[in-house]
T-cell receptor, first 115, second 116 residues
Framework: AQSVAQPEDQVNVAEGNPLTVKCTYS??????LFWYVQYPNRGLQFLLK??????LVKGSYGFEAEFNKSQTSFHLKKPSALVSDSALYFC?????????????FGTGTKLQVIP | DSGVTQTPKHLITATGQRVTLRCSPR?????VYWYQQSLDQGLQFLIQ???????AKGNILERFSAQQFPDLHSELNLSSLELGDSALYFC???????????????FGPGTRLTVL
């Protein structure tokens, strides 16, 4: 069974500092990995995904994520945080061997960027 | 704006009642997914439809059912509602069905269901 873990319920970072939101996963094969962001009272918005190829994936709003197969991680990063980045971030994994589009989401990490 | 629409935005009802949530996917998308987001359970996948047929089932209760119509919109029916069914219900859509699994899912704004 596939699973994903976001070990931090909340991450606080000062505006202008780099940010990292952690994600680890477990699948039987090579994973498809996704990051979504949810602003208050809004649906989830797609940020980026890793399917294959370069381990560093660049996405929307200046975010990027690094796929690390040996550590089974897919941490979300941004070089310089903005107050407007404050939101709930979800990591998600799909097992390509699953044969269908079921996606497993993490529990979410609340990012608070402090002015 | 993801292009996925959901109605209604808010729904307040009583225990034991039945409600229907509606979702229209992005133009051209054939798959629709339903998710439940609650404080204690997080984001849970309920069910997926592709071009009118059920494709995958997740943690969906027997009291819940869904369907996708020929125009590709989908409805999620929740019956015999309990207090614990209070949650945000999201619909998402993607272009294809599965197998490849590389599709990005685009989420609607959600329907907030409150069961009193």
């Amino acid at each position: 069974a596939q699973s994903v873990a976001q070990p931090e319920d909340q991450v606080n970072v000062a505006e202008g500092n780099p940010l990292t939101v952690k994600c680890t996963y477990s699948v039987s094969g090579n994973p498809y990995l996704f990051w979504y962001v949810q602003y208050p009272n809004r649906g989830l918005q797609f940020l980026l995904k890793y399917i294959t190829g370069d381990n560093l994936v660049k996405g929307s709003y200046g975010f990027e994520a690094e796929f690390n197969k040996s550590q089974t991680s897919f941490h979300l990063k941004k070089p310089s945080a903005l107050v407007s980045d404050s939101a709930l971030y979800f990591c998600a994994v799909r097992d390509p061997l699953g044969g269908y589009q079921k996606v497993t989401f993490g529990t979410g990490t609340k990012l608070q960027v402090i002015p | 704006d993801s292009g996925v629409t959901q109605t209604p935005k808010h729904l307040i009802t009583a225990t034991g009642q039945r409600v229907t949530l509606r979702c229209s996917p992005r133009s051209g998308d054939l798959s629709v997914y339903w998710y439940q987001q609650s404080l204690d359970q997080g984001l849970q996948f309920l069910i997926q439809y592709y071009n009118g047929e059920e494709r995958a089932k997740g943690n969906i209760l027997e009291r819940f059912s869904a369907q996708q119509f020929p125009d590709l919109h989908s409805e999620l029916n929740l019956s015999s509602l309990e207090l614990g069914d209070s949650a945000l219900y999201f619909c998402a859509s993607s272009a294809s069905a599965g197998g490849g699994g590389t599709d990005t899912q685009y989420f609607g704004p959600g329907t907030r269901l409150t069961v009193l």
